[in-house]
């Protein structure tokens, strides 16, 4: 990832942030800084605080303590500068208006917008103008609400779980239409359970466990930080049983002619198949689901935590 250098207030800036519902704690002193141009992953189990931090950069709670600022602003500020926009999972369509009047209806309560037609085309809906929202698929719908998102101009756009649900095409759609549109400069903050999203579209995830940042950085930095590794083998005849009986691996099947494993000994494992097997076109990777298993304590086994000075 290209490192950008700050040239004013940061888009997000959080620091020692702090929430609490009754005796739950959903965001313990988390800190946060995303500048302008950033496209960043937010990742974490269910209840790890997510969704808690994006209501307070929406400026729909307020922290119990810390501080959240928004291009420099308090979050309800920017959102009524039209500094930040978000595309949710559901909600705020008329379902009788058509694609076209819903854009056109919603940049009229700006008082300057981006023009609709220009909107349309980056959200690739201009196929689709006349057809009425509740005729939409869920994947139009999704790009309908991003389209929405994109009339203020807004320095940050934030994205939480937008292709829940979609099929793999309209998510491929989505995020192409998402990427154009970043390359503006805008920052994105996007949450999502689809890694491979995460893996392919950020240039930056952030990892989050019981409310506090427990890794960020480039994808190849967090993959780096998972406790075990997948080899992956040509081994026509192989012996499931026997290789899954091998000291350190975890599992094994096989895939045709190929054999995946994962293992925590990844160099012993390796020697031993080129060594003393049939094995052949051995390749050994790291994957964004091992490290985000790992940092947010479903492996028993996890890394030293990260240094939280530190962003690669």
């Known amino acids: 990832m290209t490192q950008r250098q700050p040239t004013g207030p940061a888009v997000i800036e959080l620091v020692g942030v702090r929430k609490q519902f009754g005796e739950v704690t959903a965001v313990n002193g988390l800190n946060l800084r995303v500048e302008a141009g950033e496209v960043v992953a937010f990742l974490g ?15 729909l709670a307020r922290p119990d303590s810390g501080t959240v600022r928004v291009c420099g602003r308090p979050p309800a500020d920017a959102v009524r500068h039209g500094l930040v926009a978000a595309v949710l999972q559901s909600g705020g369509l008329l379902r009788d208006f058509t694609v076209a009047e819903t854009v056109r209806y919603v940049a009229s309560v700006y ?25 939409c698929s869920g994947g139009e719908q999704q790009r309908l609400r991003f389209a929405l998102a ?20 309209a998510r491929q759609d ?11 400069g ?3 903050l996007f949450a999502t359970h689809y890694l491979d999203e995460a893996d392919a579209h950020a240039d930056r995830i952030v990892v989050v466990r019981e409310g506090v940042v427990v890794a960020d950085g480039p994808a190849a930095k967090i993959k780096n930080l998972a406790t075990g590794r997948r080899i992956r083998v040509l081994w026509p005849e192989a012996e499931l049983a026997a290789v899954r009986a091998l ?34 076109d051995l ?21 030293p935590e990260p240094d939280p000075e530190e962003r690669g």
């Open 111 to 135: 008082p300057t917008a981006r023009p609709v037609d220009q909107v349309m085309e980056v959200a690739g809906l201009t196929p689709i103008a006349g057809r009425r929202v509740g005729k």
């Open 283 to 303: 390749e050994i990777t790291a994957t964004l689901e091992s490290a985000f298993m790992a940092l947010t304590g479903r492996d028993s086994a996890r890394p």
């Open 174 to 184: 989505f995020w192409t239409a998402v990427r154009r549109d970043a390359e503006r």
């Open 186 to 188: 805008r920052a994105v």
């Open 45 to 59: 189990p269910n209840g790890a605080g997510k969704s808690t931090t994006i209501d307070l950069l929406l400026g």
């Open 150 to 169: 994109l009339l203020p101009e807004p320095q940050l756009l934030v994205l939480d779980e937008p292709t829940a649900g979609m099929d793999v095409e």
């Open 247 to 280: 000291p350190g691996v975890d599992s094994a099947e096989a895939y045709g002619d190929s054999v995946l494993l994962h293992t925590r000994d990844s160099d012993r494992i390796a020697r031993h198949l080129l060594n003393h097997t049939l094995a052949r």
